[in-house]
């Protein structure tokens, strides 16, 4: 038999496609061609997979060799066809048995010893192996995390003459172990003085998922209040924290296995690029927002960001996917995250404070403040403002506010309100489920039609307010919206508006 069919997986964006490896031998003058459409690190398989034969004591045939990988329409990249070519050919040269290959699929780097060597995008091959009932066989670099793919039987080998082996029935390769998950305890929202205003915002942005900026002069516990959040939200379930651990898989980062069920908090620096948050590059990869789906990204100093940058969040905020469009390829990565934003309310940072240190004119705060746009601020749905703090309050031996469990205790009970409700969180409520979950009695309806037209808000801002007071009804185990929710929410909008009263 001179012909072979292995099967393995590319990697695009966060799915898997399938790729059949197909070698062929022919006659005529030794060489070894690779087809459909491989890049450079592919087309260099054939040199670090003779060198691995031989070492295996395999035989390399003196023949006319061609490799297909087909669809050849699709783009392949990267190490993770070496184990799959070397197969073809033994199988195609009958050095071992062909039909067994039909059972499994195989993605894997050989170093020139034949040793296996872990490449990225493990976990979504481990998926899609799964859907196509096939098993899998991975370095053993990658068990850990394929294993957490449990519909799939993994097994790791170390070698090329071990993965023979298993095939040949001469030796049964190890299955691939999951980790044992561990929840790290985290920022405890006890370690944060005062701010009771705050803190209660940060409960109601985790129980319905809103997307909240904090407003406030430096050093009043914007960043400390923010890195709280993670542990304030409910444990991701499998398939949360499934699709999550896919995007850390194929971004290059790493993966820990371990840590796969907690929700991700991204922080990246003012100075990152609209490619660094969105994803990017030749062979797309997720960005800053995708990485932190399911999770939380944390802007900090939001005014000093590129204004392109913080432009490319508007369509992931309302869509919670993202298309990284190529000349060559695109890709989509989700992108459902939680945004929590923070700033000063001037340049000096001191608008608006009680000790009146501020000196910078209206028209550099204008300034400031039009480095945000409009719409984007119209998708945040709590504005809060965290103002300084008395010395007296920051006393070690200052009360202590509730724990992080307490709260996460209160947000999981509302969170389980809304998924019984509707299916999903009141943040991810469609504009018709909005008007059937967020009805208003009269009063309260004509009292919201004047706080829209006083603070001058849009339709957008107006459907937010209704859902974040259906999360503060939730909190509160109401059935109905009354009219303390409504006026919290309305409250929650108004920040910016204050501080430029006091400003002005």
């Known amino acids: 038999m001179n012909l ?31 087809v459909g459409l491989p890049e450079a690190a592919v087309r260099e398989a054939k040199d670090r997979v003779r060198a691995a034969i031989l070492c295996a004591q395999f035989e390399f045939p003196a023949r006319r060799i061609t490799v297909n990988l087909a669809p050849a329409d699709l783009p392949k990249d990267g190490g993770r066809f070496d184990l799959p070519i070397a197969l073809g050919i033994l199988a195609a040269s009958g050095q071992i048995a062909l039909e067994p290959l039909g059972d499994y699929e195989f993605i894997g780097e050989l170093g020139l010893t034949g040793e296996l060597r872990a490449v990225d995008g493990a976990l979504p091959a481990a998926l899609a192996a799964g859907q196509a009932r096939r098993r899998l066989i991975v370095p053993e670099g990658n068990g850990a995390e394929a ?14 003459l071990e993965v023979c082996a298993q095939l040949d029935g001469r030796k049964s390769l190890p299955f ?52 709280r959040l993670p542990g304030l939200l409910p444990e991701a379930s499998e398939d949360e924290a499934l699709e999550a651990a896919a995007i850390a898989s194929v971004s290059g980062r790493g993966l820990d296995p371990s840590r796969w069920r907690e929700r991700p908090f991204r922080s990246p620096h003012h100075t990152a690029s609209a490619v660094a948050l969105v994803g990017g590059g030749t062979q797309p990869r997720p960005g800053e927002i995708s990485l932190a789906h399911q999770g939380v990204l944390f802007l900090d100093e939001l005014p000093e960001w590129d204004r392109r940058a913080l432009e490319v969040l508007r369509e992931p905020l309302e869509s919670g996917v993202v298309t990284v469009s190529r000349a060559a390829r695109s890709a989509e990565f ?22 009146g ?47 992080s469990e307490v709260v996460r205790s209160r947000v ?17 409520l469609n504009q018709a489920d909005t008007l059937t979950s967020c009805r208003l009695a009269e009063a309260d309806r004509m009292l919201l039609e004047r706080a829209v037209e006083a603070l ?29 929710h409504l006026t919290e929410a309305i409250g929650l909008r108004r920040a910016m508006r204050g501080i430029d ?4």
């Open 357 to 403: 240190r501020c000196r910078c004119g209206m028209d550099a705060v204008r300034r400031y403040r039009g480095r945000i746009s409009g719409p984007l601020l119209d998708r945040i749905d709590l504005h809060v403002e965290v103002p300084r703090l008395p010395a007296s309050e920051l006393r070690p031996d200052a009360p202590a506010g509730e724990s």
């Open 176 to 227: 691939a172990q999951a980790p044992a998950s561990s929840r790290s305890p985290g920022p405890d929202l006890a370690d944060v003085r005062g701010q009771s205003h705050a803190r209660r915002a940060l409960e109601i942005a985790a129980a319905g998922g809103h997307h909240l900026l904090l407003i406030g002069p430096p050093g009043c516990g914007k960043t400390l209040l923010a890195s």
């Open 412 to 428: 999981i009970a509302a969170r389980e309100r809304q998924l019984a409700r509707s299916g999903t969180t009141n943040a991810t």
């Open 456 to 484: 001058q808000l849009s339709a957008r801002s107006m459907h937010r307010i209704l859902r974040v007071a259906r999360t503060i009804a939730d909190l509160a185990s109401a059935d109905d919206i009354a009219t303390p």
């Open 4 to 34: 072979a069919l292995v099967h393995s997986r590319a990697r695009t964006g966060v799915r898997a496609p399938a790729v059949r490896v197909e070698v062929h031998l022919a006659g005529g003058l030794p060489a070894m061609s690779i």
């Open 147 to 160: 294993a957490l793919a449990s519909a799939v039987e993994v097994r790791t080998a170390r070698t090329l």
């Open 501 to 504: 009263a006091a400003t002005a």
């Open 334 to 355: 989700p992108a459902r995250f939680q945004l929590v934003a923070a700033m000063n309310p001037c340049p000096c940072g001191w608008a608006g404070d009680a000790s």
